[in-house]
Nanobody
């Protein structure tokens, strides 16, 4: 059973940096190659797309609001996905989630929360001015 656990959140001042981690478990062999991984953040009662990449793809895609400041990466051996957040702004304050779109679930890794079927519990990021 696929599980995602986020970590690395915290409180920083504007202009600071954080690196979020998403540890993935319950996936064996090359099944990761079929997964799309995404990062989202809470916006009201919904989740706003931040970044995405296919597992092992190395071609991340970013929302305009974070482009040039955030970088998504992977450590495939550790089955971990990262989100490096630089030049943080107060408007980046949110709960951040990692997500996976699995073939078994019939989901694809788009730019909406409904495109993903497995979610972590979230990690709080607070940016003060």
């Amino acid at each position: 059973q696929v599980q995602l656990v986020e970590s690395g959140g915290g409180s920083v001042q504007a202009g600071g940096s954080l690196r979020l981690s998403c540890a993935v478990s319950g996936v064996s062999g090359n099944d990761f190659r079929k997964y799309w991984m995404g990062w989202f953040r809470q916006k009201g009662n919904a989740r706003e797309w931040v970044a995405r990449d296919i597992w092992g793809g190395g071609s991340p895609d970013y929302a305009d609001s974070v482009k040039g400041r955030f970088t998504m990466s992977q450590d495939n051996a550790k089955t971990t996905v990262y989100l490096q957040m630089n030049s943080l702004k107060p408007e980046d304050t949110s709960i951040y989630y990692c997500a996976a779109a699995t073939p078994a679930g019939g989901y694809y890794g788009g730019r909406q929360e409904g495109n993903y079927d497995v979610w972590g519990q979230g990690t709080q990021v607070t940016v003060s001015s």
